[in-house]
């Protein structure tokens, strides 16, 4: 935890309203005779709940700082409606620490270090743990968790990367052994559930892998605290959510939440349209997208060929961002980025959750630095749910990286 800071000097203007930044202090809420709700700052500053406005600012009377002399305070908001103060809404874990935050201790494989360190520095509340992973002599996996008695009655998670069949049969045992360990709750954090992406079930014999991982995880042991929470993003399929048994409790988050804050950010943002490359994304997408106008495409078959267009919505002259939840060869994002430029778009940009790109197919992907929508991206944000693929693309345009580590730190919380 870091240090308290000192308490802060405050001085309350009386003709205008001011806001406190985001800072360190720690707030409690307690109420008083008339039952209104007050907040208690570590530095001994009170607030007493005056009124909201929607859910993201809260406004605040009779503010009166405990170490100073509280009559010279009173006189300076002697009139409640003269001055407030403005408190943003919490937004991260990190933002408001309290004192009753859950402790996790998280531990991670060797593909999450990266993401899983973001988590903790995202939360104090987040203690990492590491693990030994080795190999025997016969390549089967040698590993030992450290101090494993320091856990018990520990609320632990674990940060998983299912990105080949070989490191989820290494991961595996791990995940059976934490919750037997007497601790008082167990988390898996897979944000890309891997299987299923690419399987048809059109024919007789045709096996589905999704199923069979979701069972592997559903028969998960069940700690102190009972059934093992899971935590994943975007799954691709919406159907796999209901693969999973009675014995694991999927949590399903977005990524979504991320790109809509980065697309805030844009000198452009007023001039954003969102693009789906199929009904499919429309349906998954739409709802958490619904501000922005909307273009929907399809595939259409001429002949032999499967070509793409445009079902509604017109993107001329339009900033167009091609939203889906995954991305691997590539090969839709770029006929639905054609035939959009030929519609007059500005610009084309593109997001995806889940980066595959198998065989380094993101090398098609060219940098657009402006006036060429038809063959190169303005951005191409990806999140870090595939560790190697974020780790391969980090500073490389058009690419960014939108992480997940303040998502799944709050995801601890829940």
């Known amino acids: 935890m870091a240090a308290t800071p000192p308490p802060p000097s405050l001085s309350l203007p009386s003709n205008k309203p001011f806001s406190l930044k985001r800072s360190d202090f720690l707030f409690h809420p307690s109420k008083n005779n008339n039952n209104k709700s007050l907040f208690s700052f570590n530095s001994n500053l009170r607030c007493e709940i005056k009124g909201f406005e929607g859910h993201r600012r809260w406004t605040f009377d009779r503010i009166s700082d405990m170490n100073k002399d509280s009559t010279a305070l009173s006189n300076s908001i002697s009139n409640p409606s003269s001055s407030f103060v403005s408190v943003p809404a919490v937004t991260s874990a990190s933002q408001f620490p309290t004192k009753n935050a859950k402790k996790v201790v998280l531990f991670f494989c060797a593909e999450t270090k990266a993401l899983a360190e973001k988590i903790a520095a995202d939360s104090d509340a987040i203690e990492l743990r590491t693990i030994s992973w080795g190999k025997f002599p016969d390549g089967f996996p040698n590993i030992f968790i450290p101090n494993a008695q320091g856990i018990r009655g520990m609320h632990v998670a674990f940060l998983a990367s299912f990105s080949s069949p070989a490191v989820i049969f290494e991961q595996i045992p791990?995940?059976?052994?934490?919750?037997?360990?007497?601790?008082?709750?167990?988390?898996?954090?897979?944000?890309?559930?891997?299987?299923?992406?690419?399987?048809?079930?059109?024919?007789?014999?045709?096996?589905?892998?999704?199923?069979?991982?979701?069972?592997?995880?559903?028969?998960?042991?069940?700690?102190?605290?009972?059934?093992?929470?899971?935590?994943?993003?975007?799954?691709?399929?919406?159907?796999?959510?209901?693969?999973?048994?009675?014995?694991?409790?999927?949590?399903?988050?977005?990524?979504?939440?991320?790109?809509?804050?980065?697309?805030?950010?844009?000198?452009?943002?007023?001039?954003?349209?969102?693009?789906?490359?199929?009904?499919?994304?429309?349906?998954?997408?739409?709802?958490?997208?619904?501000?922005?106008?909307?273009?929907?495409?399809?595939?259409?078959?001429?002949?032999?060929?499967?070509?793409?267009?445009?079902?509604?919505?017109?993107?001329?002259?339009?900033?167009?961002?091609?939203?889906?939840?995954?991305?691997?060869?590539?090969?839709?994002?770029?006929?639905?980025?054609?035939?959009?430029?030929?519609?007059?778009?500005?610009?084309?940009?593109?997001?995806?959750?889940?980066?595959?790109?198998?065989?380094?197919?993101?090398?098609?992907?060219?940098?657009?630095?402006?006036?060429?929508?038809?063959?190169?991206?303005?951005?191409?944000?990806?999140?870090?749910?595939?560790?190697?693929?974020?780790?391969?693309?980090?500073?490389?345009?058009?690419?960014?990286?939108?992480?997940?580590?303040?998502?799944?730190?709050?995801?601890?919380?829940?």
Not at 175 to 197: C, D, M, N, Q, R
Not at 269 to 288: E, L, M, V, Y
Not at 308 to 330: A, T
């Open 174 to 414: 791990v995940i059976y052994a934490l919750p037997k360990l007497f601790i008082a709750s167990f988390t898996l954090v897979l944000p890309f559930f891997p299987t299923g992406t690419s399987e048809r079930m059109e024919d007789e014999g045709d096996i589905a892998t999704a199923f069979t991982l979701a069972r592997l995880l559903s028969n998960i042991p069940i700690s102190r605290g009972g059934p093992t929470s899971l935590v994943t993003f975007d799954i691709h399929a919406l159907q796999e959510r209901f693969y999973f048994g009675d014995n694991i409790l999927p949590c399903f988050e977005s990524g979504i939440p991320l790109l809509k804050r980065r697309l805030q950010d844009l000198p452009d943002s007023d001039n954003i349209a969102i693009a789906f490359p199929d009904d499919g994304a429309w349906k998954r997408f739409h709802k958490q997208l619904q501000h922005f106008p909307t273009i929907v495409c399809a595939k259409v078959r001429e002949g032999d060929q499967r070509i793409v267009r445009i079902k509604e919505g017109d993107p001329r002259g339009r900033h167009v961002v091609i939203v889906d939840d995954l991305v691997q060869s590539g090969g839709t994002l770029i006929e639905c980025q054609k035939v959009l430029a030929a519609h007059g778009a500005l610009k084309i940009s593109a997001y995806v959750t889940h980066g595959i790109f198998p065989n380094n197919t993101w090398a098609r992907f060219e940098h657009d630095n402006g006036g060429h929508p038809e063959t190169a991206f303005t951005y191409f944000w990806i999140t870090d749910s595939c560790p190697l693929t974020a780790k391969e693309l980090m500073n490389r345009p058009p690419f960014e990286i939108l992480s997940l580590a303040s998502s799944i730190s709050a995801s601890l919380q829940i």
